[in-house]
């Protein structure tokens, strides 16, 4: 069983695309893929928030994430806006805990959010106020998530790259095959 750092750098070497820019942010993706990768085996439910431009990209993870040719569990990823329509409507703070205890109770064993996107959209006010989220900010740093730019021209294959190692870190998970340590 390898330890999450040297199965990441492992994973990115073997694969047969251009992966190679990952190599120098394996340092910041570990943190976050292991918090991540530690709530989906503690039985937490995932919600994919995305903003409008990422918007294929919530739902190319949801086609994906539970293909059963992947002989794994099935995974409770569901995207936040099919949940809850009026998300774009919530303004207030009131609003949103009220979304917040919703949430509560519809996932007893808790959630997180998986929020793909600029971080200037409305859909971040959410995404910001839970903890454990999981981040990928287009063209800013913040504290906690995981950085690309909205102008690079590889963007798109590089959030299918991105997919697919956090996919294989789950299933490897799953399977005993990695032990998230850093």
Known sequence: MQKLLKWTLETIREEESCFSWMEEYRYEWAPLIKSATT???EGKTV???TDDSRKWFGQYILNNINALQKNRPLLPFYQMIDLFPNLKS???TQELQLLEDMLDISYP???YIWYIGK?????TKQAYRCEDSFL???DEEVQNSF???SSDALLDI???QLYKLFDATISAGLFGDLDLEL
């Open 158 to 160: 590089k959030l299918l």
């Open 47 to 49: 919600l994919i928030v």
């Open 109 to 111: 064993n808790g959630y």
């Open 147 to 149: 950085s690309l730019r």
């Open 39 to 41: 709530q989906i085996l």
């Open 119 to 123: 971080g200037d959209h409305p859909y």
């Open 90 to 92: 919530l303004t207030s």
């Open 136 to 138: 990928w900010i287009m």
